[in-house]
């Protein structure tokens, strides 16, 4: 964990599309950014923060609806609970800019190490679960869309 750098993408991380790893890739380099930022101290965080989740939650609610576009169309069958999934992680994120504005200490450090765990069980578990349903074989079409 050197030079900014909390968590690297590691192809076990893939879920063999490549638009969806681009996006999680891209959410790794987020955190990251505001990882770098922690280790200037509170204030550099606290100046980082608030840029830093704007844009996080920005390219979050563009991936997810990405994502959730392509399990409609796949018509994944636990579409509705991928959402909630969704859903609860900007709660969370909304919790922590609240908490921020409240003035409560080291926030940035533990919203960063939310950010890194929950990104990284939620494409180990949840993202793992719908990418063996589209590239099924009878998906193939749904596939070929997407670059396969």
């Given amino acids: 964990m050197e030079n900014g750098v909390f968590v690297e993408w590691d192809n076990r991380y893939s879920v ?3 638009l969806i790893d681009e996006q999680h890739k891209k959410l790794i380099e987020m955190t990251n950014t505001l990882y770098e930022a922690c280790l200037g101290g509170t204030e550099t965080a606290t ?19 990405a994502e959730e ?33 409240e003035g409560k200490k080291f926030v940035p450090n533990v919203f960063v190490r939310y950010l890194k765990d929950w990104i990284l069980a939620h494409i180990a578990v949840e993202d ?11 998906n193939r079409a749904l596939w070929n869309k997407i670059g396969g």
């Fill in 47 to 65: 100046a980082h923060f608030r840029e830093v989740v704007r844009g996080t939650v920005d390219y979050v609610k563009y991936h997810f609806t």
């Fill in 128 to 138: 793992k679960k719908y990418a063996g349903h589209i590239l099924n074989p009878k």
């Fill in 69 to 101: 576009k392509l399990l409609e169309n796949a018509k994944y069958p636990d579409l509705a609970c991928h959402k909630k999934e969704h859903e609860s992680f900007i709660l969370k994120i909304f919790e922590e800019v609240k908490k921020f504005e």
């Fill in 16 to 18: 063999g599309i490549p």
